[in-house]
């Protein structure tokens, strides 16, 4: 079956840096890799996601990267502002079974 | 007006009680799922429903049984409560298309504490 990995577990940048986060896939099948945030009490939300046959996606200040070879990608964040600080989770899917990253904790300090 | 909404929010119950989560979506969608979230954060699928019909159980005790009335609705039952079943309980849904992954729309979840 699918297994995502996600690094890394924590990530701490100053506001104003960029941010990233990365995962590997192991089913070459998977065709949707979305990204959710999570902020503390809140359920999981979408903030970007990307399909197979795209090698990069940017929505203002996100984007998200795909490397079906290596079957790695990576969520970018840049300009990153306080209101960014929450648990970021990647995941990777074929069908109708969504398989998540281990989850991403990012502080932003001011 | 709240696409998938899950009750109750919060639950605390003593050890070997057996209860129930509800869940609903007025999204249309033909899937849901239930997902587990332990307190390291760790969102783990439990069921997957298609047009009511079961399509995934990764390996979830028995004790857990999903019931799904309808395509809107995905109820979890749970008995005999253990320590270990404490956790962040999500309902999600999402659009059928077959060989394709799509988004999937959270509840807002249902905190479980197991005394």
């Known amino acids: 079956g699918e297994n995502v990995e996600q690094h890394p577990s924590t990530l701490s940048v100053q506001e104003g840096d960029s941010a990233v986060i990365k995962c590997t896939y192991s089913?070459?099948?998977?065709?949707?890799f979305p990204w959710y945030k999570q902020e503390l009490g809140k359920r999981p939300q979408l903030i970007i996601d990307i399909r197979s046959n795209v090698g990069e996606k940017k929505d203002q200040r996100i984007a998200v990267t795909l490397n079906k070879t290596a079957k790695h990608f990576s969520l970018h964040i840049t300009e990153t502002q306080p209101e960014d600080s929450a648990v970021y989770f990647c995941?990777?899917?074929?069908?109708?079974?969504?398989?998540f990253g281990t989850g991403t904790r990012l502080q932003v300090f001011p | 007006d709240t696409a998938v909404s899950q009750t109750p929010k919060y639950l605390v119950t003593q050890m070997g009680n057996d209860k129930s989560i509800k869940c609903e979506q007025n999204l249309g969608h033909d899937t849901m799922y239930w997902y587990k979230q332990d307190s390291k954060k760790f969102l783990k699928i439990m069921f997957s429903?298609?047009?009511?019909?079961?399509?995934i159980n990764e390996t979830v005790p028995n004790r857990f049984s999903p019931k799904s009335p309808d395509k809107a609705h995905l109820n979890l039952h749970i008995n005999s409560l253990e320590l270990g079943d404490s956790a962040v309980y999500f309902c999600a849904s999402s659009r059928h298309i077959t060989q394709l992954g799509t988004e999937a729309f959270f509840g807002q979840g249902t905190r479980l504490t197991v005394v």
């Open positions: 089913d070459s099948a998977s065709n949707y």
């Open positions: 429903y298609n047009n009511k019909e079961l399509i």
């Open positions: 995941a990777a899917s074929k069908t109708d079974k969504l398989i």
